[in-house]
């Protein structure tokens, strides 16, 4: 029998046919039990993604095993914009094109003349491909293999988007540049303060306003709501130590700008610089400096010996690293289909 494509959209059966294929393809990988864990959860009907955007998933079937999978997904909030998500293929590019024609015509019929991706829902999900990298995937590196991205350039995707990350063991290198931003912005009156798990659901909507604000020019960035932002990052509230998830405010206890680390799981002594936004209007004061130094100072003091910087886009001002020591050591890329 030759393959077949099947269509659903929540099916639980399904769902597990895919499951079981995650595991298939990343079997080595010690993150695939919460990656299985979260893909089920984003794609669970109850997500309130879905209040918002409609999803039809398409797997490649062979002899009744499933060999490869993708989502077409379609947010109202971003009109003419269609996405590519939960893109799995075993080594076959003839099952790879056959699965994106799929997911492209069901895109195209419904409208959309741009085709992102690989996106999970959104970017606030996982999105993007590794392309190179020096060590194995960590915390919050996509799972993808390495042929995806030779077969969605054959299908006639070009790269949207590139992304880094890095790593630094010297934090000697950050602390003459940044003390100074960090004394100064505390003597005008700006407060850092810590993350309030006491208050976890109103400091929760202090970061998903600053957020909303910050990151609105991100590439494929939608305008989401509360409730979608705490499906997301409700479930890390008892992960969080608040020592390392700082906000600061203006003298008047105005919040515009926050930053938050986590000690990786995966690799001893080594904290993640997960995310960090300063609002426009306060971009010229150095609190991004302030952030460094504290963050960095923090991490110095609680013996961490490696500090990780995830998915920083190039272009970014950021990713240029003013202060010498570190190491690139992962790059990917985001994808773009213009349709005629």
Same mark, same amino acid.
């Given at each position: 029998m030759g393959n077949k494509i099947i269509e659903y959209t929540h099916e639980d059966e399904c769902v597990d046919k895919y499951m079981d294929l995650l595991r298939q393809l990343y079997n080595s990988d010690l993150r695939i039990n919460n990656h299985v864990l979260e893909t089920k959860k984003l794609l669970y009907h109850e997500n309130p993604f879905f209040n918002y955007a409609t999803i039809k998933n398409f797997i490649v079937a062979k002899n009744d095993i499933i060999i490869a999978h993708a989502s077409a997904i379609i947010d109202k909030r971003n009109l003419g914009v269609g996405m590519i998500g939960f893109f799995d293929c075993i080594h076959d590019i003839k099952v790879s094109n056959m699965l994106l024609h799929s997911a492209i015509e069901y895109l195209k019929q419904n409208g959309c003349k741009i085709i992102r991706g690989p996106i999970n829902l959104s970017i606030w999900h996982d999105y993007r491909f590794i392309e190179t990298l020096k060590r194995k995937p960590t915390i919050f590196d996509p799972f993808n293999k390495e042929y995806y991205i030779d077969f969605w350039k054959d299908y006639g995707f070009k790269i949207a988007e590139k992304y880094v990350s890095a790593v630094r063991s010297d934090f000697n290198f950050? %602390?003459?540049?940044?003390? #100074?931003?960090?004394?100064?912005?505390?003597?005008?009156? *700006?407060? $850092?303060? +810590?993350?309030?798990?006491?208050?976890?659901?109103?400091?929760?909507?202090i970061i998903y306003g600053l957020s909303?604000?910050? %990151?609105?020019?991100?590439? #494929?960035?939608?305008?989401?709501?509360?409730?979608?932002? *705490?499906? $997301?990052? +409700?479930?890390?509230?008892?992960?969080?130590?608040?020592?390392?998830?700082?906000?600061?405010?203006?003298?008047?206890?105005?919040?515009?700008?926050?930053?938050?680390?986590?000690?990786?799981?995966?690799?001893?002594?080594?904290? $993640?610089?997960?995310?960090?936004?300063?609002?426009?209007?306060?971009?010229?004061?150095?609190?991004?400096?302030?952030?460094?130094?504290?963050?960095?100072?923090?991490?110095?003091?609680?013996?961490?010996?490696?500090?990780?910087?995830?998915? $920083?886009r190039r272009s970014n001002n950021i990713e240029k690293f003013p202060y010498q020591g570190y190491e690139i050591i992962t790059n990917y890329v985001s994808f773009e289909l213009s349709l005629k």
């Amino acid at each position: 029998m030759g393959n077949k494509i099947i269509e659903y959209t929540h099916e639980d059966e399904c769902v597990d046919k895919y499951m079981d294929l995650l595991r298939q393809l990343y079997n080595s990988d010690l993150r695939i039990n919460n990656h299985v864990l979260e893909t089920k959860k984003l794609l669970y009907h109850e997500n309130p993604f879905f209040n918002y955007a409609t999803i039809k998933n398409f797997i490649v079937a062979k002899n009744d095993i499933i060999i490869a999978h993708a989502s077409a997904i379609i947010d109202k909030r971003n009109l003419g914009v269609g996405m590519i998500g939960f893109f799995d293929c075993i080594h076959d590019i003839k099952v790879s094109n056959m699965l994106l024609h799929s997911a492209i015509e069901y895109l195209k019929q419904n409208g959309c003349k741009i085709i992102r991706g690989p996106i999970n829902l959104s970017i606030w999900h996982d999105y993007r491909f590794i392309e190179t990298l020096k060590r194995k995937p960590t915390i919050f590196d996509p799972f993808n293999k390495e042929y995806y991205i030779d077969f969605w350039k054959d299908y006639g995707f070009k790269i949207a988007e590139k992304y880094v990350s890095a790593v630094r063991s010297d934090f000697n290198f950050v %602390f003459p540049y940044t003390k #100074n931003a960090y004394e100064e912005n505390l003597k005008k009156g *700006f407060k $850092i303060r +810590e993350f309030s798990k006491k208050n976890s659901k109103e400091d929760l909507k202090i970061i998903y306003g600053l957020s909303k604000q910050i %990151f609105e020019e991100s590439w #494929n960035q939608v305008d989401i709501s509360f409730e979608e932002f *705490f499906f $997301i990052y +409700e479930p890390f509230i008892d992960k969080i130590n608040p020592y390392f998830f700082e906000i600061i405010e203006t003298n008047d206890s105005k919040p515009v700008a926050f930053s938050f680390a986590i000690p990786n799981p995966l690799i001893k002594n080594q904290l $993640i610089l997960k995310t960090m936004g300063v609002l426009k209007e306060y971009q010229r004061q150095k609190l991004a400096a302030t952030f460094m130094y504290s963050q960095h100072l923090k991490a110095k003091e609680r013996g961490f010996t490696e500090c990780y910087y995830p998915l $920083i886009r190039r272009s970014n001002n950021i990713e240029k690293f003013p202060y010498q020591g570190y190491e690139i050591i992962t790059n990917y890329v985001s994808f773009e289909l213009s349709l005629k």
